[in-house]
């Protein structure tokens, strides 16, 4: 079946630390990946996407890179700011389907 | 665009009560999706129409939940009896067929049942 697993939170840093989320995947065929981002109060908005294998998707200074051989999508960011401050999802779109699985979600708490 | 709208933002009901939770899509958008959201399950599908046609219902929870999309602007999440368990945020998302990866969530609807 499908699933996402992505790490643990809350996490916490220090403003310009850099920043990394863990996600892996289980699905079947080829399926897209996204990461979803959802700050305080409000719904969830996409962040970015990789469509097929070695895809790099990149927004706002984020990034995460499709890699099947490890079914990883790992989310980065290279200096975090306060604003960053809110839970961020992994999820996956499976090839056969319009289904989203989601993962928990990583909370993260940038202080200044 | 107003984006996404939900009503009511906060429900607060008795085990036992009927509880409807509505969504306005975006205009234009081909699909919307109801999810719920609670600590222990995350976030799952409930179910998505196409061109206000269910799609896929598999991810409700049991005969209680029923929705509905009489038209293009408008949907229904309906719970009935409702119980504790079913407290939750519950969300609406809505997509363009040819961008149907990029949903766009509305504000929520927290619920609470005592």
């Known amino acids: 079946g499908n699933s996402v697993t992505q790490m643990e939170g809350p996490v916490t840093l220090s403003e310009e630390a850099f920043l990394t989320i863990n996600c892996t995947y289980t699905?079947?065929?080829?399926?897209?990946l996204f990461w979803y981002v959802q700050y305080p109060g409000e719904g969830l908005q996409l962040l970015l996407k990789?469509?097929?294998?070695?895809d790099k998707g990149s927004n706002k200074g984020f990034e995460a890179t499709y890699r099947k051989e490890t079914t990883s999508f790992h989310l980065e960011k290279g200096s975090v700011q306060v604003s960053d401050s809110a839970v961020y999802f992994c999820a996956l779109r499976s090839n056969t389907g319009n289904q989203f699985y989601f993962g928990t979600g990583t909370s993260l708490t940038v202080i200044p | 665009d107003a984006g996404v709208i939900q009503s009511p933002r906060h429900e607060v009901t008795e085990m036992g009560q009927e509880v409807t939770l509505r969504c306005k899509p975006i205009?234009?958008?081909?699909?919307l999706f109801w999810y719920r959201q609670t600590m222990m399950r995350g976030l799952e599908l409930l179910i998505y129409?196409?061109?206000?046609?269910?799609?896929?219902d598999s991810g409700m929870p049991e005969d209680r939940f029923s929705a509905k999309m009489p038209n293009a602007s408008f949907s229904t999440l309906k719970i009935q009896p409702s119980e504790p368990r079913d407290s939750a945020v519950y969300f609406c998302?809505?997509?363009?067929?040819?961008?149907?990866?990029?949903?766009?969530f509305g504000p929520g609807t927290r619920l609470t049942v005592t």
């Open positions: 998302a809505s997509s363009l067929n040819r961008k149907v990866y990029e949903q766009y």
């Open positions: 205009s234009g958008h081909d699909y």
């Open positions: 990789a469509t097929k294998a070695d």
């Open positions: 129409f196409n061109n206000n046609v269910p799609i896929d």
């Open positions: 699905a079947t065929g080829y399926p897209s």
